[in-house]
T-cell receptor, first 115, second 110 residues
Framework: DTGVSQNPRHKITKRGQNVTFRCDPI?????LYWYRQTLGQGPEFLTY????????KSRLLSDRFSAERPKGSFSTLEIQRTEQGDSAMYLC?????????????FGPGTRLTVT | DAKTTQPNSMESNEEEPVHLPCNHS???????IHWYRQLPSQGPEYVIH???SNVNNRMASLAIAEDRKSSTLILHRATLRDAAVYYC???????????FGTGTRLTVIP
């Protein structure tokens, strides 16, 4: 399968713990995006990378959130000191360069539950 | 970002055409109109996009009003696998992210 993959698919953690999610984009895509989706709502943009550079961050991305894409391939999203309000589906998407940025391909998401 | 308005839900009978409307009265000249859909327990899936002219692809057709203040996604023959939430999104040229609303939940009746 050559689509976007995310691991783990589900994560249950206790409040205050740190969690890290991984996203592997489609191999030739140089743009990578993270979104968050809560129940009944559409996805909300968090941040985006072009190659290894993080070029845009949403106001939703608090100081407890950090994302990296060290070699311009896979990306990780870490949440420190998780709170119950962080419970959501975290979605990763990728796209080709600027001329094709309109089509984003999404992974299946990582569902985070903070207890 | 320009806002879109969609009905919360719609129903369609299987094998009949479905017309999903979207209003975007504040659209600007450089905004692209996108449609994505999200099947249960999956990430969103690109359906189609357009700027001014109507567009067709293997999944659907996009009809854009002449004044661009509204558009309609057309599924020519709804199947049970088309049951999903459909999002109409405006994206400015060069913008790097998508602003999803709450979309239209399509139910397909066998």
């Amino acid at each position: 399968d050559t689509g976007v993959s995310q691991n783990p698919r589900h994560k249950i953690t206790k409040r205050g713990q740190n969690v890290t999610f991984r996203c592997d984009p489609i191999s030739e895509h140089n743009r990578l995006y993270w979104y968050r989706q809560t129940l009944g709502q559409g996805p909300e943009f968090l941040t985006y990378f072009q190659n290894e550079a993080q070029l845009e961050k949403s106001r939703l991305l608090s100081d407890r959130f950090s994302a990296e894409r060290p070699k311009g391939s896979f990306s990780t999203l870490e949440i420190q000191r998780t709170e119950q309000g962080d419970s959501a589906m975290y979605l990763c998407a990728s796209s080709l360069g600027a001329s094709r940025s309109l089509e984003q391909y999404f992974g299946p998401g990582t569902r985070l539950t903070v207890t | 970002d320009a806002k879109t308005t969609q009905p919360n839900s719609m129903e369609s009978n299987e094998e009949e055409p479905v017309h999903l409307p979207c209003n975007h009265s504040t659209i600007s000249g450089t905004d692209y109109i996108h449609w994505y859909r999200q099947l249960p327990s999956q990430g969103p899936e690109y359906v189609i996009h357009g700027l001014t002219s109507n567009v067709n692809n293997r999944m659907a057709s996009l009809a854009i009003a002449e004044d661009r203040k509204s558009s309609t996604l057309i599924l020519h023959r709804a199947t049970l696998r088309d049951a999903a939430v459909y999002y109409c999104i405006l994206q400015k040229t060069g913008a790097n992210n998508l602003f999803f609303g709450t979309g239209t939940r399509l139910t397909v009746i066998p």
